[in-house]
T-cell receptor, first 110, second 112 residues
């Protein structure tokens, strides 16, 4: 069974640009979670999607947004990139209790 | 709000020995779940073990076991017979309603 996949693996952008990160959950999982792991800040919850709807979001500005598609894959968009957005962005999928993570997208903002 | 505390920033362990990683938590909920994840240098978070607050037995998964002491609000991870491939960052996490709240992590380095 394929695990959670994320693309791209690495992404380099400059300040002010937009970044789009993609996530495909484990087959059959309907919930997708996004987390940010910035240096020195640990893992922070960003967004939760379930059955195509945004269910909750963490303490992040509105320029962090996303969506979930009918096949349960998800997209995270970060607008007006700032230097401090540089981080590893992890996606996780879940059907119940455990959350299974993908390999992450490492975003670097120059 | 729930809080996870991992007080050991880094640990060294000799190959084939056991290592215990500390985790304490704070919650007012009666029902909760505790998780341990491993994060190698590649970045992927690998699920290791889960303990439910109502589980009477300590969770065990292969070389991983969770020493759950509910009254002390601790959920320590024990890795037995350490291998070089166990070198990684280890995170304790608690399910906070819909999301996971993570501790700061402990870096484990296994020495040959």
């Amino acid at each position: 069974e394929a695990g959670v996949t994320q693309s791209p693996t690495h992404l380099i952008k400059t300040r002010g640009q937009q970044a789009t990160l993609r996530c495909s959950p484990i087959s059959g999982h309907t919930s997708v979670y996004w987390y940010q792991q910035a240096l020195g800040l640990g893992l922070q919850f960003l967004l939760w999607y379930d059955e195509g709807e945004e269910r909750n979001r963490g303490n992040f500005p509105p320029r962090f947004s996303g969506r979930q598609f009918p096949n349960y894959s998800s997209e995270l968009n970060v607008n007006a990139l700032e230097l401090e957005d540089s981080a590893l962005y992890l996606c996780a999928s879940s059907l119940g209790t455990e959350q299974f993570f993908g390999p992450g997208t490492r975003l670097t903002v120059l | 709000a729930q809080k996870i505390t991992q007080t050991q920033p880094g640990m060294f362990v000799q190959e084939k020995e056991a290592v215990t990683l500390d985790c304490t938590y704070d919650t007012s909920d009666q029902s909760y779940g505790l998780f341990w994840y491993k994060q190698p240098s590649s970045g992927e978070m690998i699920f290791l073990i889960y303990q439910g607050s109502y589980d009477e037995q300590n969770a065990t998964e292969g070389r991983y076991s969770l020493n759950f002491q509910k009254a002390r609000k601790s959920a320590n991870l024990v890795i037995s017979a350490s291998q070089l491939g166990d070198s990684a960052m280890y995170f304790c996490a608690m399910r906070d309603d819909y999301k996971l709240s993570f501790g700061a992590g402990t870096t484990v380095t296994v020495r040959a």
